[in-house]
Antibody, heavy 118, light 108 residues
Framework: EVQLVQSGAEVKKPGESLKISCKGS????????IGWVRQMPGKGLEWMGIIYPGDSDTRYSPSFQGQVTISADKSISTAYLQWSSLKASDTAMYYCVVTYSSGWYDYWGQGTLVTVSS | EIVMTQSPATLSVSPGERATLSCRAS??????LAWYQQKPGQAPRLLIY???TRATGIPARFSGSGSGTEFTLTISSLQSEDFAVYYCQQYNNWPQVTFGQGTRLEIK
């Protein structure tokens, strides 16, 4: 069974750094792209970026380029999304996703809620 | 960027009736269109890919159609568990995928 298990909810202050994680299991982690999707409170879905853990090839949405960093550690089948300086506008639910087809998103993590407030 | 527009924003339908949700792309995406269902407090779930292929485990009452710029998701006989928000997604320009803003399907 494919599972994407994300790290727990975070409460941070503006300007702080953060790294959230997504551990994949039940499939070949290094063979499929794994991405991140943002959902702001009460809003829709936005693609942020995606990484191929096999060779760390990473692509970013222009909207998020330079704002976040996506990485992966294939030795522990885990992908990461990190911020160096959070803003209140980063408050959102973040989902990791895996795509077998390099197209649609076959599986989704349970989500990590990030709250940024002073 | 390919803009996806869903209509209506909210659809009120009685259980047992048919629901028809629409999704329009700002340019042709061929059949590279997926549909997802999101229930409150849950992650989205893949329903349809390739515009018309049901994902594993998705009931036959869900069907997708269309190509190019116009797509439809039809739920033939609504069950209580189908009331949720539905999103379309184009992946023709992968990895630059984009989603529609969602249609909320509510009980009438």
């Amino acid at each position: 069974e494919v599972q994407l298990v994300q790290s727990g909810a975070e409460v941070k202050k503006p300007g702080e750094s953060l790294k959230i994680s997504c551990k994949g299991s039940g499939y070949s982690f290094t063979s499929y792209w794994i991405g991140w999707v943002r959902q702001m409170p009460g809003k829709g879905l936005e693609w942020m970026g995606i990484i191929y853990p096999g060779d760390s090839d990473t692509r970013y949405s222009p909207s998020f380029q330079g704002q976040v960093t996506i990485s992966a550690d294939k030795s522990i089948s885990t992908a990461y999304l990190q911020w160096s300086s959070l803003k209140a506008s980063d408050t959102a639910m973040y989902y990791c996703v895996v795509t077998y087809s390099s197209g649609w998103y076959d599986y989704w993590g349970q989500g990590t809620l990030v709250t940024v407030s002073s | 960027e390919i803009v996806m527009t869903q209509s209506p924003a909210t659809l009120s339908v009685s259980p047992g009736e048919r629901a028809t949700l629409s999704c329009r792309a700002s340019q042709s995406v061929s059949s590279n269109l997926a549909w997802y269902q999101q229930k409150p407090g849950q992650a989205p779930r893949l329903l349809i890919y390739g515009a018309s292929t049901r994902a594993t485990g998705i009931p036959a009452r869900f069907s997708g159609s269309g190509s190019g710029t116009e797509f439809t998701l039809t739920i033939s006989s609504l069950q209580s568990e189908d009331f949720a928000v539905y999103y379309c997604q184009q992946y023709n320009n992968w990895p630059q995928v984009t989603f529609g803003q969602g249609t909320r399907l509510e009980i009438k």
